[in-house]
């Protein structure tokens, strides 16, 4: 079975410009999830979406958005670029319906803002 | 708050000496916690997954044990292939949570030959 994918892997950015990430989940699943990880605060969750809608936020201004489509695969974008969204940005996939809460996740995205 | 602390930040062990990761918790209702090892500039592999307290499970040289309020994560004679960041992260039991996770800061091991 495939793993999670993201594209790309690598991106440099300058601020205030926008930048979308993508993500495929792993085949039949229908929960996707974003991370951010930094040194210095970790792995912070973003948001998750099911079934094309989302299901849960975390705590991150506006400028971050995100959306999955009918195929599960999802989207996020970031608006108005700043400094500190220089980042690992990671992708999770789950089933998202069994009480099995397992998420496996891809390589992720390296955001790079000068 | 659900809240996840892991200890110690950072372990250098010899080959063969074993040790336990420690990561304390606090969730209003657990749905489960989760142990995942990452590389550098990779994403975090899937280890173990704990429901309830007095479950363990094994992988190789990893060992996880789950209680009401901490996990470890027991390494028994690791190898040099043992080095990354173990990362311990919680799930919350409440439907507004959906499948989130709370992680910790995790454990930076060096395992030396």
């Known amino acids: 079975k495939a793993g999670v994918t993201q594209t790309p892997r690598y991106l440099i950015k300058t601020r205030g410009q926008q930048v979308t990430l993508s993500c495929s989940p792993i085949s039949g699943h229908r929960s996707v999830s974003w991370y951010q990880q930094t040194p210095g605060q970790g792995l912070q969750f973003l948001f998750e979406y099911f079934s094309e809608t989302q299901r849960n936020k975390g705590n991150f201004p506006g400028r971050f958005s995100g959306r999955q489509f009918s195929n599960s695969r999802s989207e996020m974008n970031v608006s108005t670029l700043e400094l500190g969204d220089s980042a690992l940005y990671l992708c999770?996939?789950?089933?998202?319906?069994?009480?099995?809460?397992?998420?496996?996740f891809g390589p992720g995205t390296r955001l790079t803002v000068l | 708050e659900d809240q996840v602390t892991q200890s110690p930040e950072a372990l250098r062990l010899q080959e063969g000496e074993s040790s336990s990761l420690n990561c304390s918790y606090t969730v209003s209702g657990l749905r489960g916690l989760f142990w995942y090892r990452q590389d550098p500039g990779k994403g975090p592999e899937f280890l173990f997954t704990?429901?309830?307290a007095g479950e363990e499970k094994e992988k190789e040289r990893l060992k996880a044990t789950l209680t009401k309020k901490e996990s470890f994560l027991h390494i028994t004679a690791p190898k040099p292939e043992d080095s990354a960041t173990y990362l311990c992260a919680v799930q919350a039991r409440d439907s507004n949570s959906g499948y989130a996770l709370n992680f910790g800061k995790g454990t930076s091991l060096l395992v030396t030959p």
């Open positions: 999770a996939s789950s089933s998202g319906t069994s009480g099995r809460g397992e998420q496996f």
């Open positions: 704990l429901y309830s």
